[in-house]
């Protein structure tokens, strides 16, 4: 997600072993100030009050082909989008680990930062917490809010992280975003984390071709009618 280099070494070192300095996944935790964390924490609470719960099902994702692995539920805020809040972007994450790292931390309630998705370099898609919950991975709330976010396996500063198969994996799934919520397939609509106001984030880096999945996106897009 940022800064810093490889550290998947010191960060596969058993649960706790995860720390919150090395970690750069879904760096909100880090990067968001206490007070809109806090904001956020108390916001996940309105849906546990009865009468406002959403449907839904067990296992269902919204991306085709996507593998349910749940996130734990303290690193997303439940919503109701788009009705409670449009959704208007897509953000572009890279984990700065493996695809592993990335499932275990967003599965740990003390990681407090996850993103909807997770693209391996074989092109597999993770779904880990659904469109229409708020997911804690921009390091923003109305950004959070706004958007879905979307990791990608692989560091910042090594080009063969971004495979082939990831491009093209990861385009289909943006296409499939911006068809359900009408968004425009250019730059504006989908930027990387170190577009996002007041993050310290630097991902997806210099080798992340954006011309390339621009251009695939839009043919996956057309390709959806
Ligand atoms: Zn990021």
């Known amino acids: 997600m940022g800064e ?3 550290t998947t ?3 596969g070192r058993g649960r706790r072993g995860v720390n919150r ?3 750069l996944i879904g760096g ?6 206490t007070a809109a964390l806090a904001s956020d924490q108390l916001g996940r609470l309105w849906w546990r009050l009865p009468g406002v719960v959403k449907k839904r099902k067990e296992g269902e994702v919204d991306a085709r082909g996507a593998q349910w692995v749940a996130a734990s539920d303290y690193n997303w805020r439940r919503a109701d989008r788009p009705d409670d809040y449009g959704i208007d972007m897509v953000v572009i994450h890279v984990v700065q680990g493996g695809y592993a790292t990335a499932l275990r931390v967003f ?3 003390a990681h407090g930062a996850a993103a909807h998705y997770v693209v391996r370099k074989d092109g597999h898609v993770a779904q880990m917490i659904r469109e229409l919950d708020v ?3 921009a390091g923003n709330k109305s950004y959070n809010e706004r958007s879905i976010g979307i990791e990608h396996e692989g560091f910042v500063d090594r080009k063969s992280s971004f495979t082939d198969a990831m491009y093209e994996s990861s385009a289909r799934l943006t296409a499939g975003i911006c068809e359900r919520y009408d968004i425009p397939v ?3 609509h989908i930027i990387g984390h170190v577009e996002v106001p007041g993050t310290d984030h630097t991902d997806p880096g210099p080798h992340w071709d954006w011309d390339r999945y621009i251009g695939l996106v839009k043919k996956a897009r057309t390709a959806l009618g």
Request: proline letters at 4%; zero cysteines; hydrophobic letters at 40%.
């Open 21 to 23: 300095r090395t970690l």
């Open 135 to 137: 997911a804690f991975h």
């Open 107 to 109: 599965k740990d309630p």
């Open 186 to 188: 250019d730059r504006k």
């Open 9 to 11: 070494a010191e960060q």
């Open 28 to 33: 909100a935790a880090a990067a968001v100030g």
């Open 4 to 6: 810093e280099k490889d």
